[in-house]
């Protein structure tokens, strides 16, 4: 499959301080990307999709101004998560999207995963 | 209700059990449908995607009734390392939606 890359694989960071994760497409060119949040225990929680040289499109009762993305080639997409708190703490994961085989399925592909923790 | 729902588990099962997942959907316009197995404190892994007519991959059988709106996936002849939890994800346009998962453990 795939290979999709993050980092930082994980950070520890003060409360009002902000956090960069990178998220790359090592083998592939992705035109979208997309930013996941995960609590322990559970599921995915979708944040935004990431399109290339296009603003990012967030979920519903997801801050834009406190996670940034940028999607500003077609193998790296950031987050940013401005003046963290304690609750922003969680693993968040990003994926890209590859064209699948001739169903037209596309298949997503996820990094390893940052987790942040916000002292 | 949930776009996608899963029973969460656990299915504790033997080595060497049959299992089965199912996962219903609401929207009835999705298209795309896919399995990931994902480890504690690990990123999903893509295990198959859903075909409507079915699909299986060594031990692993996937199903999709569009009618019904649900997928299944069968584990045959189960390992201890197929302990993990089990996504299913739908999607429709562009966006994935995940289940809440499905825990399996296998033990000895």
């Known amino acids: 499959g795939a290979v999709v890359s993050q980092h930082p694989s994980w950070v520890i960071c003060k409360s009002g301080t902000s956090v960069k994760i990178e998220c790359r497409s090592l083998d592939f060119q992705a035109t979208t990307m997309f930013w996941y949040r995960q609590f322990p225990k559970q599921s995915l929680m979708l944040m935004a999709t990431s399109n290339e040289g296009s603003k990012a499109t967030y979920e519903q009762g997801v801050e834009k101004d406190k996670f940034l993305i940028n999607h500003a080639s077609l193998t790296l997409s950031t987050l940013t998560v401005t003046s963290a708190h304690p609750e922003d703490s969680s693993f968040y994961i990003c994926?890209?999207?590859?064209?699948?085989?001739?169903?037209?399925?596309?298949?997503?592909?996820f990094g390893p995963g940052t987790r942040l923790t916000v002292t | 209700r949930k776009e996608v729902e899963q029973d969460p588990g656990p299915f504790n099962v033997p080595e060497g059990a049959t299992v089965a997942f199912n996962c219903t959907y609401s929207?009835?316009?999705?298209?795309?449908f896919f399995w990931y197995r994902q480890d504690c404190r690990k990123e999903p892994k893509l295990l198959m995607s859903v075909y409507s007519s079915g699909n299986e991959d060594g031990r692993f059988t996937a199903q999709l009734n569009r009618a019904s709106q649900y997928i299944s996936l069968l584990i045959r002849d189960s390992k201890l390392s197929d302990s993990a939890t089990y996504l299913c994800?739908?999607?429709?346009?562009?966006?994935?939606?995940f289940g809440t998962g499905t825990r399996l453990l296998v033990s000895p």
């Open positions: 994926s890209a999207r590859s064209p699948g085989g001739g169903t037209g399925a596309y298949e997503q592909y």
């Open positions: 929207n009835s316009a999705s298209q795309s």
């Open positions: 994800a739908v999607s429709g346009f562009q966006k994935l939606v």
